[in-house]
């Protein structure tokens, strides 16, 4: 009889890619493709482009992604303004990163936990939920996401350059626009990209720090699924996807030109 000869299986780095692949294709492929099917499919599953109308001529549709988009941005924007400062002075701390780290800890925690926290404190003390409370919640939420970012990115910078700009002259203001502020565009082109992602697509923190009041656009993709509408659900999964692809184009364009800024400054 033939011996059987097993080959012995290489632990080299392709295998261990393997769980990764597995994992992808289960978890992020197969329901983008289903997400595509469905918006072609129509309740007979019959194909159709009845669902892009239904979508498209809806004018609440595009007004509820338009808010979601304009709260995105403030959202974002407080953030950076916030979040800048306070990685700033973190960086030149010598407990910065522990600091740092009492930022992130919270962020273990559930986020409807955290959410339903928040609105028993506005509710505690008489503020009025709406549109002031949910922004407030994202900014709660997400802050952390700008903050370590942006303090990676400035605690990197070599002091030599910020030395050598006040050895030539240059006062504080001129040191941090022409130095410091160049040299951290990365960081806020990554911490730009992890908070306005997750805000324009979020639905839990809105309904609950609004009671309902203020919509967006992650709750009118739920509700579509919730009443069965997968094809026009499956629309907006799509839109909303295209907008997290185009911001991150915009992101990566932004973070190669301040690699050149980079390059130039040293």
Known sequence: ???IKFRKLKLTKKVFSFPYILFMLLFVVIPLVLILVNAFLDADNNL?????KDFFASDANIIV???SLLVGVITTMLCLILGYPVSY???KMPSGKIIVLLYIIPMGVNFLIRTLATKAIFLAIGVELGMGTVVFGMVYNYLPFMILPLHTSLSSIDHSYIEAAQDLGADKATTFVKTILPLSV????SGITMVFIPTISTYAISQLLSNGKVFLFG???QLSFEQGLYGVGSIMSIVMLIFVLVS???MNTFNKDAN???RSVW
């Open 89 to 91: 002075i973190l960086s």
């Open 48 to 52: 159709t482009l009845e669902n892009f």
């Open 65 to 67: 992604l338009g808010n």
């Open 1 to 3: 009889m033939k011996k």
């Open 219 to 221: 709750d009118s993709i």
């Open 248 to 250: 991150n184009l915009i």
């Open 186 to 189: 990365s960081g806020i082109c």
């Open 260 to 262: 050149l800024v980079r």
